[in-house]
């Protein structure tokens, strides 16, 4: 089967040869890769991510029920891409949480049977190493199942940096206040060539990686991301995952790469047409190969629309992630496809079904919290199906 599907759709040595590798569970190049991205047809691309996709999940498709939480749009940083900040001069047009409105909000989620928080925002001088440990402990005293997944390796550098405490013990001083796994953002780009255009002020790739192995060394998972289609050419991409995928060589503490697509709403790169629905595809179908170490690739669908997402299953994903409201509010100032967007469990579910998947609701960690079967799914009844689900992107 693999080697008819290999001859039907190999067109040069090259293809075949990488073919031959994938379907052995050998790992492809630098080069390799970028021939994916550049010259191979999408049809072929897409059945080798699809092949890879399912040897490792097989039909599988996760999502999760968590909910999300954002600091502050107000930032120290100007980052050329974002949608979502304001800079403190214009602070007015923002928002700054107390640490009792964030309890406020993990209160409101007392009677939903979400997994997690997502903790995410802005950098501001208030938000520091102890306030960050006390919410954390705040939050983990309220509810102790509850796992929380927060801040990015922007955040903790800086927050460290001010405290004059180094990455380790800044990393511990987290754990020890509660703190259960990192999400992936602040990524970007890796490549100097263009960080150094887009988010200059911000901590770098080197720093961003030495702060997640530290976390995977306590023992701690994490997500990475990589921000596509602005400035960036294929070979940035590629080298993007190499890091990504040597230091998971090194720790293995990734659980999911995110691709997450450029938006060009109000921000200072609006100049820049989005790319399109084909060149997402074939970015999920390359990531889905060529980190052959990551269990995941994760598709968020409010950001590229209900029909895209379904699509990408057939191209290496096999994570959606759901949401009831607009709570990410990155994402829709942003201009995500989704103006609104909202899904109970049963609606994601269908989502999942209509493509021939099956759902799989997860927690943090991947662990199954319930498999959904059509037959259920299809019932029409005000019960466990219909309560909402929420998320993030990371």
Same mark, same amino acid.
């Given at each position: 089967?693999?080697e008819?599907?290999?001859?039907?759709?190999?067109?040069?040595?090259?293809?075949? #040869?990488?073919?031959e590798?994938?379907? #052995?569970?050998?790992?492809?190049?630098?080069?390799?890769?970028?021939?994916?991205?550049?010259?191979?047809?999408?049809?072929?691309?897409a059945?080798l991510?699809n092949?890879?996709?399912?040897?490792?999940?097989?039909?599988?498709?996760?999502?999760?029920?968590?909910?999300?939480?954002? /600091?502050? *749009?107000v930032?120290?940083?100007?980052c050329?891409?974002?949608?979502?900040?304001?800079?403190?001069k214009?602070?007015?047009?923002?928002?700054e949480?107390?640490?009792?409105?964030?309890?406020n909000?993990?209160?409101a989620?007392?009677?939903? /049977?979400?997994?997690?928080?997502h903790?995410?925002?802005?950098?501001?001088p208030?938000?520091?190493?102890?306030f960050?440990?006390?919410?954390f =402990?705040?939050?983990?005293?309220?509810r /102790?199942?509850?796992?929380i997944?927060?801040?990015? /390796?922007?955040?903790?550098?800086y927050?460290?940096?001010?405290?004059?405490?180094?990455?380790?013990?800044?990393?511990?001083?987290?754990?020890?206040?509660?703190?259960d796994?990192?999400?992936?953002?602040?990524?970007?780009?890796?490549?100097?060539?263009i960080?150094?255009?887009? #988010?200059?002020?911000?901590?770098?790739?080197?720093?961003?990686l030495?702060?997640?192995?530290?976390?995977?060394?306590?023992?701690? =998972?994490? *997500?990475?991301?990589?921000?596509?289609?602005?400035?960036?050419k294929?070979?940035?991409?590629?080298?993007?995952m190499s890091?990504?995928?040597?230091?998971q060589?090194?720790?293995?503490?990734?659980?999911?790469?995110?691709?997450?697509?450029?938006?060009?709403?109000?921000?200072?790169?609006?100049?820049?047409?989005?790319?399109?629905?084909?060149?997402?595809?074939?970015?999920?179908?390359?990531?889905?190969?060529?980190?052959? *170490?990551?269990?995941h690739?994760?598709?968020y669908?409010?950001?590229?629309?209900?029909?895209?997402?379904?699509?990408?299953?057939?191209?290496?994903?096999?994570?959606?992630?759901?949401?009831?409201?607009?709570t990410?509010?990155?994402?829709?100032?942003?201009?995500?496809e989704?103006?609104?967007?909202s899904?109970?469990?049963?609606?994601?579910?269908?989502?999942?079904l209509?493509?021939?998947?099956?759902?799989?609701?997860?927690?943090?960690?991947?662990h199954v919290?319930?498999?959904?079967?059509e037959?259920?799914v299809?019932e029409?009844?005000?019960?466990?199906?219909?309560?909402?689900?929420?998320?993030?992107?990371?």
């Open positions: 089967m693999q008819s599907i290999m001859n039907s759709l190999a067109q040069s040595a090259q293809e075949r #040869a990488i073919a590798k994938v379907y #052995a569970g050998e790992r492809i190049s630098d080069e390799e890769g970028l021939y994916l991205f550049e010259e191979a047809p999408l049809g072929f691309t059945s991510a092949f890879v996709r399912e040897q490792k999940q097989g039909n599988k498709t996760f999502f999760n029920r968590n909910f999300h939480i954002e /600091p502050t *749009n930032c120290i940083y100007t050329a891409f974002c949608s979502y900040s304001r800079l403190i214009n602070r007015e047009d923002g928002w949480y107390t640490m009792e409105d964030m309890l909000m993990v209160k989620y007392d009677d939903q /049977p979400v997994t997690e928080v903790i995410v925002g802005g950098v501001l208030q938000y520091d190493v102890t960050y440990e006390n919410l =402990r705040r939050i983990k005293a309220h /102790p199942e509850l796992h997944k927060a801040l990015t /390796p922007v955040e903790y550098h927050i460290f940096k001010k405290e004059k405490i180094s990455y380790e013990e800044g990393m511990k001083r987290m754990k020890d206040a509660g703190l796994s990192m999400p992936g953002g602040g990524a970007e780009i890796f490549h100097p060539e960080r150094d255009k887009i #988010a200059k002020d911000k901590c770098n790739a080197d720093q961003w030495q702060i997640h192995e530290i976390w995977h060394e306590l023992g701690g =998972r994490s *997500n990475a991301t990589i921000l596509y289609g602005h400035i960036e294929y070979e940035h991409r590629i080298h993007h890091r990504l995928r040597e230091l060589d090194t720790t293995g503490g990734f659980q999911t790469f995110i691709p997450l697509k450029f938006r060009n709403k109000d921000n200072e790169m609006s100049y820049l047409p989005e790319v399109s629905v084909i060149e997402d595809l074939k970015n999920y179908a390359v990531s889905r190969i060529y980190l052959d *170490n990551f269990d690739i994760k598709a669908w409010p950001m590229i629309g209900r029909t895209t997402a379904q699509m990408s299953l057939a191209y290496g994903v096999d994570d959606l992630d759901g949401t009831i409201d607009d990410t509010k990155i994402y829709s100032m942003a201009g995500s989704e103006r609104n967007p899904l109970t469990t049963r609606q994601l579910a269908q989502l999942i209509q493509t021939g998947r099956e759902p799989i609701e997860r927690d943090t960690l991947y919290v319930k498999t959904y079967t037959a259920e299809s029409s009844f005000n019960g466990y199906l219909d309560l909402p689900v929420t998320n993030n992107p990371v």
